[in-house]
């Protein structure tokens, strides 16, 4: 039975010095084609913003006799409303006041991978929740209650400007939202209390109707409701892609391997 030895160190170095030619050649063309994506596709650049609880917060889910409950809880306690706000800043109620901003929906028709790529599909808000479902992300920042959320664009101005009009918009539909259900259940409260004569069920009333004020008042108040932003929006002064610094020595890695693997095929063929 016959032994095939394995390829030595310098059995390897003589291959590719033989095959230095188709090396070079592939190394260099995979490198022109390398810079030509780079140039071709659209620079994008990166925003990101902090948010954190504001330390006031309702809580639909926990119900006394059947009865929602709202709360004023601690920091340390998950927050209903800071989760709630995490999760509207892609939903439809956000996308439709952003779809009244020309603006908006001409900054994100800029967004494409390539210079000569255009959008064509008609923007509506199910389409900008999508987009934004894409290409916004957040992210906890370690083991703290902030969140980090950042967006990518070829337009760092507009970046800024998109993650600032979601902070805002996603604050103020929590706070219409916790208006409205406080006043419907303050209302409810009221008319409780004229039909309740027992006097330790008219003071779970009273002290529910008390929360229910308290969440009027604060709902009022010219303050971030839902989320308090830690860190304004900041964009990358430098894009974050293409990054030339990982594209050219993969391009070129790349070249020399498939121009010494060209060359080892032909070698074999002959």
Known sequence: ???????????????????????????????????????????????????????????????????PRFLNQDRSTEHFSFLRFGQSLTGVRVSSVLLKDPAVVEGMEKDRLFFLTKETEAWTAERISEYLKENIRVEPVKDTQLQRISYNHPDRLFAKKLLEMLYVTANELIRTDARREAEDFIAHLEAELEQVRHPQHRETLTSILMDQEQIRILTNLEKPFAALMAEPPVSSVRPVWPRKVIVFPIALFLGFAFGLLFFNIRQALK
């Open 1 to 67: 039975m016959e032994v095939v030895e394995s390829p030595t160190f310098r059995d390897v170095v003589r291959n590719v010095y033989a095959a230095r030619y188709w090396v070079v050649t592939g190394g260099a063309l995979f490198l022109l084609l390398a810079v030509f994506w780079c140039y071709a596709t659209t620079p994008y650049y990166s925003a990101y913003m902090l948010v954190a609880p504001t330390g006031v917060t309702y809580d639909s889910t926990a119900y006394i006799e059947g009865v």
